[in-house]
């Protein structure tokens, strides 16, 4: 009589450290792009703003509002919305998160000033043509064209950026620092329109 050897799957085989690579493993964010992926979109929207393959979304004869912030849809789907943003000098945004989106932004002419809300007081940090940087979800900051960026360009040139959220806006909340040092929330307001009402 011969005897079968049964072979069983060791508990190594079946519970193996590394997941299948066919099994979707699901995010614990909003939308599966990750603040790289936004930064990337922002630089290749720049690069297209700048090469003019957008010049007909732009404000008409090439005049750039003055007096308030301008700002054009460049993309949209379900999963990202990509904008173009002019800012004029001393027009703040407020402090502001982007409720469950992700942000990032590069910045194409001029300079921006963000003062970010730290944990215990604001921070500001300038970001000049070039530079870039991603706002995580409770990302809390304010935005406005830097005082610089008014001197070096001139007040009629503009400072531009490009910034995408993910998933799109639809809501934006609004904080004040306490005299005690603490935020507190203002409002929240339902809204598709980036960094704040232009």
């Not at 070096?152 to 503009?158: I, M, R």
């Not at 490009?162 to 603490?182: F, I, K, Q, R």
């Amino acid at each position: 009589m011969r005897s079968s050897v049964l072979s069983l799957p060791s508990a190594r085989d079946e519970y193996s450290a590394t997941p299948p690579l066919d099994r979707a493993i699901a995010s614990a964010l909003p939308t599966r792009l990750r603040p790289a992926d936004l930064l990337r979109l922002t630089d290749e929207g720049a690069e297209d703003v700048l090469s003019g393959r957008y010049d007909h979304l732009l404000p008409a004869d090439g005049v750039w509002p003055l007096d308030e912030r301008w700002a054009t849809r460049l993309s949209h789907d379900d999963e990202v919305d990509v904008w173009l943003i002019s800012w004029t000098p001393g027009k703040f945004t407020d402090l502001h998160d982007h409720a469950g989106s992700l942000g990032a932004l590069t910045v194409l002419s001029g300079a921006l000033s963000e003062y970010r809300w730290n944990g215990t007081e604001l921070r500001r940090r300038t970001l000049a043509a070039g530079d870039q940087a991603s706002f995580p979800i409770g990302w809390v900051h304010d935005v406005v064209r830097a005082p610089a960026a008014a001197e070096s360009v001139g007040p009629l040139d503009p400072t531009l950026s490009v910034h995408a959220y993910s998933p799109p806006l639809s809501a934006m909340s609004y904080y004040e620092v306490t005299g005690h040092g603490t935020l507190r929330r203002t409002k929240t307001v339902l809204t598709d329109q980036p960094e704040g009402d232009l």
